[in-house]
């Protein structure tokens, strides 16, 4: 017996990462309503606070990340570029695991067995972080019965969504920067 589910129901369980059907893992990549959106409340325009986004000192640090994001733009970044570049900052340290999941997972494209799909398709990590986040709290405003502070998955989505903003747009700054050499005050 094939069970119906909701379009709002179908929403929270792709944006908290549950299986929406029991018949398919399939999902469609995740939509981005504004794809040209390229700054937000997380955006970041200061080299210290990038730099204490991602808990980095030192002239030596900074200057290696910039080496490390030379080649991306996260305005458009694949789930494999956006996985690499997670993997590489959680086994550094930098950020924690709910964060590297989220990069991991990339656009949320799965096929029917739930392996991930379209991982080389390019997307703006930087507004889909942002709209995921926005979405994950429109559901919760929806859904009383569930709340934010009520329930531990909404929390933790929400955490998770907002560290993804945060290391996303710290990300972005140290790529888009013109600067050959980034230095942080040691006081930073």
Known sequence: MMQIISM?????SAILGAAALASSKQANAYVIKNPNQA??????TDK?????TLKLSGEDNINQLKNVLKDY???SISTNDLAKVGILLYQNGLIDQSV?????SGNKAFDANGQQTDKDVKFNAI???NEMLSDTKEVAKANPQF??????GYKAALQSLVGANQVINALA???KSTHSNISVSEQA
């Open 127 to 129: 507004a889909m972080f």
């Open 100 to 104: 590297v999941s989220q990069f991991i």
């Open 173 to 175: 700054y140290f790529a």
């Open 8 to 12: 709002e129901d179908y929403k929270m």
């Open 39 to 44: 700054t937000n409340s997380f955006t970041v």
């Open 48 to 52: 210290g606070k990038a730099a204490a």
């Open 147 to 152: 709340g934010i502070s009520g329930q531990d």
């Open 73 to 75: 733009d996260m305005t």
